[in-house]
């Protein structure tokens, strides 16, 4: 990746590829983004955003939009914000993009998506973020970014890098939250700790976040599967303090109604991303020999929905 | 409970209740029944009972109908056939038909109930039996029995008796199908193999006993929970056979898809009976510390519903 100027691809510019590529380009950074479903509606009327951190929009002249990724250009950094159902489309999607040094930060949900694209990309192109950001698609080219924005990202082969810190300064440079992660491995379970019960359980029982919380049996629900959670996490060689099941459990309280993300494509009768959120922690739980009943069940019951 | 020529009370005559007391009504024994919300009906148009045994009807003239247990007549034999979560109004409900050595006989679902009716009316009284019948209402006072109907019957305090050898007769004597348990606990927990993952899963997932058989995840889950009963009841001290997943699993493909009762519940937003068939066996298994972490969560996951 060049040290000036990155040319830019987002890859599945759903509501959160096109949030943060459209803060990229409103920035004046060269951003070509992929899009599907909404390509009409954007390649003729643009891109409005509402933020909370100020709205804007993008006109259809300012803004690079494709539906085939091979017409668009080699890049330097591939964005992808693939929904992890969509994983299967790697190498179709993204092999076109890719010069000899370009990056690709992931900022799926889950496990496994880094060690897929280090699979068949090399694992010294990949990077993943976690994106803490609640944002919603209000219609076709129609972003409503609700709250928060952050990205964490870090080297998927581990430790600093000069890389990480200049795709993070260039997050910085256009309004968006970054910062970077010493240990990726660490907030990716530190993130399943929430997600795991949250989107599992809220999936399953097409529960909010508050309903889970607001009585008894959910908690002890809630409580017990942060508890394998953290346990398989240090099955892989991930030490996570116990008292982040409390912490949790009260920034939770906080959040009001929310539905998760996992909960919201039950709702909508889309694909669950049970297989990155759900399934490969139970898989690596259970290579180290690490009992996780409830994560499994919980798995195994979102593949019924 | 004399020997020839007991009255019976029905208490709680929904669809089980009423089809039973329908059968003994039919054949000319002194039948009472308390009925809730299907009263009017059944006081105005009598009983209509599809069955593959054979159709029959029951005119107002024929058939005794109550909304006020305290209106009813003592009787020798009491049938509780109530929802098990109605089990607060046992006294209110029963206490005024007893006489000194009326027998009460619960065909409830699930664990608990015996042993309630017990301390409230004293052991010597109780019977249970486990009802394997399909019935359906399909309006207030027309009953549709679908299938099967067999009752196995034992004492609460255990072992034969020549009452409940009495009151089987009664049931066979009117087309009752009818066979008594050496071991009505056995009996309880071998029917929670099937009614624990089929009932907690049907109704959590909203499945029907076809769609949860018929792909890996769902008989993983059905198996493993299937595997905690037999553990459970071994905790609880009866010696269920291993190979009984199997073949509870074969019985089950062989009923095509069908609706368990605590699905059906969840559909109607009627409550349901997890306390007796999801609570009580949870408790049983962790006050002998038998681990069951697969039954604790769907115990809390149909609280939560």
């Not at 909010?208 to 959670?229: C, H, K, P, Y």
């Amino acid at each position: 990746m060049p040290l000036e100027n990155p040319t830019i691809a987002v890859v599945g510019a759903g509501a959160l590829g096109a949030y943060y590529g459209a803060r990229l380009a409103h920035r004046g950074h060269p951003v070509h983004l992929l899009l599907r479903s909404d390509y009409d509606a954007v390649a003729t009327g643009g891109l409005e955003i509402r933020s909370v951190d100020g709205d804007f929009r993008l006109e259809p002249a300012e803004i690079n939009v494709y539906r085939d990724s091979k017409r668009m250009p080699k890049v330097d950094l591939v964005l992808v914000t693939l929904k992890a159902t969509a994983n299967d489309q790697y190498e179709r999607l993204i092999a076109p993009l890719l010069k000899e040094d370009t990056a690709i930060l992931t900022l799926q949900n889950g496990l496994g998506n880094e060690e897929r694209l280090a699979e068949l990309f090399g694992v010294g192109r990949v990077l993943g973020g976690l994106a803490f950001v609640c944002i919603n698609r209000l219609a076709p080219g129609k972003i409503h970014h609700m709250d928060h924005g952050l990205i964490r990202l870090g080297e998927f082969g581990g430790g600093p890098s000069p890389r990480a810190q200049r795709i993070c300064r260039l997050f910085n440079d256009s309004q968006i939250n970054c910062d970077v992660l010493s240990d990726l491995r660490y907030g990716r379970w530190e993130k399943l700790v929430w997600n795991i019960p949250f989107n599992g359980l809220g999936a399953v029982l097409n529960k909010s976040t508050d309903q889970l919380i607001n009585n008894e049996a959910g908690l002890t629900l809630v409580r017990g599967l942060m508890a394998e959670v953290i346990a398989a996490a240090k099955g892989a060689g991930v030490a996570l303090p116990q008292n982040l099941i409390e912490t949790k459990i009260v920034q939770t309280r906080s959040m009001g109604a929310y539905r998760s993300s996992m909960q919201i494509d039950r709702q909508m009768g889309r694909p669950l991303e049970a297989e990155a959120i759900l399934g490969q922690p139970v898989k690596i739980a259970q290579s180290a020999r690490i009992s996780v009943p409830q994560m499994a069940m919980l798995y195994r019951m979102a593949l019924l929905l």
